[in-house]
């Protein structure tokens, strides 16, 4: 693995389009053009472009930050895709495959897919480069990736520090996207875990939506506490039942992703759950939000997800039953409460304290 904490950083001038002018995007195609790469920035409406080429300012996400003359900004899908080493897909996931579609005729297999969209597909149960992989089989699997962990567009768009990990099938690869994004502020690990990092990136909007609801109702840092906690080690029991290395959601892209999206103002998943808290609907919620929050598909998926393969996900169904089945948030907090008692999970076992008759061991042990 390459150590670039004290190397300064070299400009690698690739040609990159990012997809996708929402918050991300903007922010990305920013960080990118400042680390010296021909960057392209693709808006799905016209107008948008427009707007950005002539004021060089995103009219809707991030307005206050000034995109430098150096980024390329259009809509014309072609002129965004034609003839560039790397493809970064900045759209809400459930807009992956219809991109993706769109975007074949100049696919390569010289290319690189950096998805950085956070979710499951509805329809499919895949995570965002499962959909790159088999909607673009010309560009060899190990070449897709992601780009994931703590990372809210405001602070990076400000230089903030933030840490993030990337993550490909391949490990060179990762390493080309960690030097691609590798930036004074912007520090990016590698983690070659691709489906923990998938799985623990999108699966954690769900428990951001839960910890804003804990908010929204009124509930203390107790609360938020236990939600973050024993959300991670439902995300870990649906990730390693799917594959992923068990220690991916100690890092970045598990429990660093959770924290941020579950404690910071940034987070759209939050701020919807948290409205939701205060006895409003989703439909209210959505339809004055200009953002997507990406945990309300996710959530639809990963129930599916987890009653399929069997994986025990209580707070995943909480939140299932809030959104989608008029459940209310503090009718769900009291069934979680009054569950089975249970020795916590993780906590390594040995023969000596087997759980006492009467006292459920949990089941995790087996579901991993
Ligand atoms: N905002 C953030 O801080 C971060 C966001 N992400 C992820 O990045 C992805 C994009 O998020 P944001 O940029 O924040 O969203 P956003 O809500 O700020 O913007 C979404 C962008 O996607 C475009 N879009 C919407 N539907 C589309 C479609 N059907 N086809 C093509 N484009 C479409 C919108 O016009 C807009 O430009 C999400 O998966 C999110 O979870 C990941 C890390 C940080
Ligand atoms: O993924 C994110 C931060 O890492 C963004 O989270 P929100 O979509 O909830 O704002």
């Not at 459930?94 to 290319?111: C, D, F, G, I, S």
């Not at 502020?185 to 691709?194: E, M, S």
């Not at 995300?235 to 220690?247: E, M, Y």
Request: hydrophobic letters at 45%; aromatic letters at 4%.
């Amino acid at each position: 693995m390459k150590a670039h904490a004290s190397q300064a950083h070299q400009p690698a001038g690739r040609k990159v389009t990012v997809f996708g002018a929402g918050s991300w995007g903007t922010a990305l195609a920013l960080l990118l053009a400042s680390n010296g790469h021909a960057v392209t920035l693709w808006a799905r409406r016209a107008q948008v472009a427009e707007h950005i080429r002539r004021t060089r300012h995103n009219p809707t996400y991030l307005p206050e930050v000034e995109l430098p003359a150096s980024i390329q900004v259009t809509a014309e899908l072609r002129e965004a895709a034609v003839a560039r080493e790397v493809w970064i897909v900045a759209t809400p996931a459930q807009a992956v495959r219809a991109l993706a579609e769109q975007l074949r005729p100049w696919a390569h297999p010289a290319l690189i897919i950096v998805s950085v969209a956070k979710g499951l597909e509805i329809a499919t149960l895949k995570t965002t480069t499962q959909v790159l992989a088999e909607v673009l089989p010309i560009v060899p699997r190990e070449r897709i990736g992601v780009l994931y962990g703590p990372s809210h567009a405001e602070e990076v768009a400000a230089g903030m520090p933030t840490t993030v990990v990337a993550s490909a099938p391949s490990c060179a690869v990762a390493e080309e996207i960690q030097e691609l994004f590798m930036a004074p502020t912007f520090r990016v690990y590698v983690n070659p875990d691709l489906i923990g990092v998938e799985i623990a990136g999108s699966v954690k909007n769900v428990l951001a939506l839960a910890a804003g609801m804990s908010d929204g109702v009124g509930f203390g840092d107790n609360a938020k506490a236990a939600l973050i906690t024993r959300g991670l080690a439902e995300i870990q029991r649906l990730g390693v039942r799917l594959g992923a290395d068990p220690s991916t959601f100690a890092g970045l892209a598990g429990i660093g992703d959770l924290v941020v999206t579950c404690m910071s103002r940034h987070s759209r998943n939050r701020y919807v759950g948290e409205q939701i808290g205060r006895g409003r609907t989703l439909e209210e919620v959505q339809q004055e939000m200009q953002m997507v929050a990406e945990g309300v598909p996710t959530t639809a998926a990963v129930y599916r997800l987890a009653r399929e393969l069997g994986v025990e996900m209580p707070i995943t169904e909480a939140v299932y039953q809030i959104l989608f089945e008029g459940k209310k948030p503090r009718e769900a907090v009291r069934e979680l409460m009054a569950r089975e008692a249970k020795y916590e999970d993780w906590l390594p076992r040995s023969t000596d304290t087997a759980p006492p008759n009467g006292v459920a061991a949990s089941e995790t042990t087996s579901s991993r």
